[in-house]
């Protein structure tokens, strides 16, 4: 039987992934847009087929997290076997300049979705994309046994994400997991999260259509790894035995000065000649370090990410150069430009 998947979050990074992925294993895939005044489906584009085709897989609604009612109705139309919670205000400096916002969205509306699951009666597993940001001032390694001390309303509200998704998991018997993911980046990643900050200042100074580029703290150390494996591991904790939480992470540690250092060097470049320093761009409290420790996923799950950060920034620099080549399209392999035949 075709099994049906409904992603929240799936105009994002990690959705498209996730969605191309699900696609690939014959899933039926629904996702959660935001009305906006422009198309937001630049990263999706390139699966679309007309929903009139009968081979069509992938299906697209209007809802906001914001909006209880709308999750019941809309888990109740779908019947969704796997649901996948990655919709949130994701970007930590903003998350001070919106904390309540943040809250609504990242933390509120994870448990307007369980509450939809519960009281749409649909059964289904639930995962919920928790972060290494709730580590926050605890020092590397973390791990699954690592206490939570989150540092901006960002981390504080997947903190209470986190534990409300577990309380559903212990309440009411739902199949509810946490992926406890470090951060993971790609061509796709947002243009405001700094490794697709630098690697596009990286391209378009390398082209010589601008000269510097601006950032905040380079001291910080992350472990970044490739976004696509990292959906990967969201699928395999939902097709596990039991439910459970898991940390992913690659176990590398880099500044931002090494990733900055890393990407010019990629294109020939000596970054102390361009890169230059604006503090708006710190935060009033910084996460100093963020290391993880994925041997539980890699027992439990089998899974192990291959591209280290080094390779992820040649990666990274390598699409952002040819994008400007292409206009921008290299994220889309057959590019279709469409309004989804949403409404
Ligand atoms: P993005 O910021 O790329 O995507 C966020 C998605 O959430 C977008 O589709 C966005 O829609 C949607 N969204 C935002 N607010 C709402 C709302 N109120 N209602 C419905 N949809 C909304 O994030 P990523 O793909 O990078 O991350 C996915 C999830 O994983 C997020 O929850 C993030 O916090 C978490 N995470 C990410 C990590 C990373 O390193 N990438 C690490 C750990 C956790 P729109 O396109 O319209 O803006
Ligand atoms: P992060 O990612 O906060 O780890 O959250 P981000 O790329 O925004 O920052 C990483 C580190 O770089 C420093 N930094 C800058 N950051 C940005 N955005 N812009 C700059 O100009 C800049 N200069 C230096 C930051 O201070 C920070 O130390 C990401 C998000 O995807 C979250 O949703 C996710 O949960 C975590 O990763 C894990």
Known sequence: MTKRALITGITGQDGSYLAELLLSKGYEVHGLIRRASTFNTARIDHL???PHD???KLFLHYGDLSDGARMVTLLSEIQPDEVYNLAAQSHVRVSFDEPEHTADTTGTGTVRLLEAVRLSGVHCRFYQASSSEMFGATPPPQNEETPFYPRSPYGAAKVY???ITKNYREAYDLFAVNGILF????PRRGETFVTRKIT???AAIAAGKQDHVYLGNLDSVRDWGYAAEYVEGMWRMLQADEPDDFVLATGGSFTVRDFVEASFSRAGLDWEKHVRF????????EVDALVGDASKAKDKLGWTPEVDTAELARIMVDADIEALRHDGSHWID???LS?????
């Open 48 to 50: 679309y087929v007309d």
């Open 54 to 56: 009968p081979e069509a």
């Open 161 to 163: 994400s986190y534990w």
């Open 183 to 186: 951060n993971h980046e790609s």
């Open 200 to 202: 596009r200042a990286v």
């Open 278 to 285: 604006d503090e708006r761009y710190l935060r009033p409290t």
């Open 334 to 336: 057959s590019p279709k």
């Open 339 to 343: 309004s989804w035949g949403t409404k």
